[in-house]
């Protein structure tokens, strides 16, 4: 007993913690070092806690490794930009909405997974890290443009709940980040405890909905402005390349080889995947063409002379009817996709897997900014633009596009932020590139129906809202239990339904 009254931590021995480090290293599915790391770290904040510097600094530790970090910093600011009460009300309300579609989907969609995870069961593995969103530590997100991306969305997340707050009149303590080490594992903004429980449920659902629908917001505001800076780049040699190149095939027997550009073909220049295909639709099978192709080099962004090859074209169609090996079934079924794909026998075939423009992928964004797309169809991609993002990552090793393409691409002399330089526009564009996918996951997997996520929170207030009304005149502790009830058994369902897939993919 501590001569203040307070019981002391000294005693706090963390032998429950050095189990757990030890269990980790032993069974291999976290890091060694994470797991020192993070043992360090948790003897740290145990000192500083015993030794009143945490209360000194107005800091606090929580679930054993986190460290809360309160400020009353920012409330000026929150008074100011909430002061249109009667707008941000507006914003909520359509937060509500936003949030619940979105929730339904996602429910869907997680549905849909744990179906597919129990009927073809995944055949590898993931570490446990990759499971996570760690900075740094998950293998395919590095630790600087991620950390600072995961920093901002966690910041206007939480801000958003407090402006929310105060447009309902409910008072903001403080706002605050959670972090394990360097690493933001949170942040919040603490309302008025009292404010929360007295409020109007559907205020409260408005609140909680303003988290997630910011993130989507901001995803959605941040893929137009990486349009804009990816309507900067240029093709450092225009024209096209391939990913890979089909083994014994005219371009492999030609020494053509994958990254390699084709910039022109029989004398005639080719500037993207357009005029390639164009060029490519005027010859025929067995057509001794001339290309001009300058040699990929893995160096960097230099580029060797370009030379002249002379490639013997072979025969679309009859490549991919010799792909079935004489199966009858198969030979009917691939005729017949190639009909309606428009292949005929004697078009010609290069013998190149997925051809693209050196701009590729950087035009996967600027697409909003170019005229030969409707509106429709810009609205169309924008939305599905964020799931595609995800698995870009993964498919690339941490960045952001493939580095052999992120080579092929400058900084066109006449864009406005031409002054960044090639390399410099470079980093703006992974930045931005971080903040959308950081702020669609964040958004996304807060909607999860899953108490203590706001997701959860809405569907518990929502639940009780329209009990309320089919149990008109019935006892309100009754309805209030009733609809912990649903936000309870749907969060043990939900948690089933996400968990078992991840631990079928880390067994």
């Not at 869907?108 to 499971?131: E, K, R």
């Amino acid at each position: 007993m501590r001569a203040d009254g307070e019981v002391s931590k000294v005693s706090e021995i963390p032998v429950f913690w050095i189990l757990i480090l030890a269990f980790g290293i032993y069974s291999n599915i976290l890091p060694a070092g994470l797991i020192i790391g993070l043992g360090i770290w948790y003897a740290l904040l145990v000192y500083l806690e015993n030794s009143g510097f945490l209360k000194k600094w107005s800091l606090e530790r929580v679930a054993g490794i986190v460290l809360m970090i309160r400020t009353t910093r920012g409330r000026v600011f929150l008074e100011y930009i909430s002061k249109n009460r009667k707008f941000w009300r507006m914003f909520g309300e359509f937060s509500i909405w936003l949030c619940f579609f979105v929730m339904f989907s996602v429910v869907i969609l997680m549905v849909l997974a744990f179906v597919t995870s129990i009927n073809s069961p995944p055949q590898g593995s993931l570490p446990a890290t990759d499971i996570l969103f760690i900075p740094g530590v998950t293998s395919f997100v590095p630790f600087w443009w991620p950390a600072l991306a995961l920093i901002f969305t966690l910041l206007i997340h939480e801000y958003s709940h407090g402006i929310q707050a105060r447009a309902h009149g409910m008072e903001v303590r403080s706002f605050g980040l959670l972090v394990a080490g360097p690493i933001p594992v949170g942040a919040f903004a603490e309302p008025e405890q009292m404010d929360m429980i007295l409020a109007p449920r559907r205020e409260r659902i408005r609140l909680f909905a303003a988290g997630p629908s910011i993130n989507l917001v901001a995803t959605f505001l941040f893929l137009i402005v990486i349009g804009f800076v990816s309507s900067g780049f240029v093709a450092t040699n225009p024209g096209i390349h391939a990913l890979a190149v089909i083994e014994d095939g005219g371009a492999d027997e030609a020494g053509i080889k994958a990254y390699d550009i084709i910039t022109h073909v029989d004398g005639n220049e080719v500037t993207d995947y357009e005029s390639f295909s164009v060029q490519m639709d005027s010859l025929k099978a067995g057509d001794e063409v001339v290309f001009t192709v300058i040699p990929y080099n893995d160096e960097g962004r230099t580029w060797e002379e370009s030379s002249e090859i002379l490639v013997t074209l072979g025969d679309k169609a009859q490549y991919y009817l010799n792909l079935c090996n004489g199966d009858q079934d198969c030979l009917d079924e691939t005729s017949e996709l190639l009909e309606s794909y428009g292949i005929g026998e004697g078009d010609a075939f290069l013998g190149v897997n997925a051809p693209r423009s050196g701009t590729y992928q950087t035009d996967r964004f600027s697409f909003i900014f170019e005229e030969r797309y409707t509106t429709g169809q810009k609205a169309l991609t924008l939305l599905l633009t964020p799931l595609s993002m995800m698995g870009t990552p993964m498919s690339y090793d941490g960045q952001t596009m493939d580095l052999h393409e992120r080579g092929m691409i400058e900084v066109d002399d006449e864009f406005v932020l031409s002054g960044l330089g090639t390399e410099g526009l470079l980093d703006l564009f992974d930045f931005i590139f971080w903040l959308i996918w950081v702020n669609f996951l964040l958004g996304f997997l807060n909607l999860l129906p899953i108490i203590p996520f706001d997701g959860g929170h809405m569907l518990k207030d929502g639940a009780h809202s329209i009990l309320s009304r089919i149990m008109k005149g019935s006892n309100p502790l009754r309805v209030e239990r009733l609809a912990g009830s649903i936000g309870g058994v749907t969060t043990v369902v939900m948690l089933i339904i996400v968990l078992i897939p991840i631990m079928m993919l880390i067994v």
